[in-house]
């Protein structure tokens, strides 16, 4: 499953990572999107930290 994460995310477009990432961010600190965005810039170029995020909100399991 890893490869294909990371296949995903190498085919993503600048934008839509930085929005896939204000997305988990938002969710899972519940802090406002201008918060979210900041955080993102910092990692957005660095697929490896992309996948960490998204792998971690995926792995996250249900939420009641």
Do not use: C
């Not at 519940?30 to 971690?56: G, M, P």
């Amino acid at each position: 499953m890893d490869d294909n994460i990371k296949q995903f995310i190498s085919h993503l477009t600048y934008w839509q990572k930085m929005n896939l990432l204000i997305t988990i961010f938002q969710a899972d600190n519940h802090i406002k999107r201008d918060e979210a965005y900041e955080k993102s810039l910092d990692i957005v170029t660095n697929d490896d930290q992309v996948f960490y995020q998204l792998d971690k909100a995926l792995g996250i399991g249900p939420i009641i």
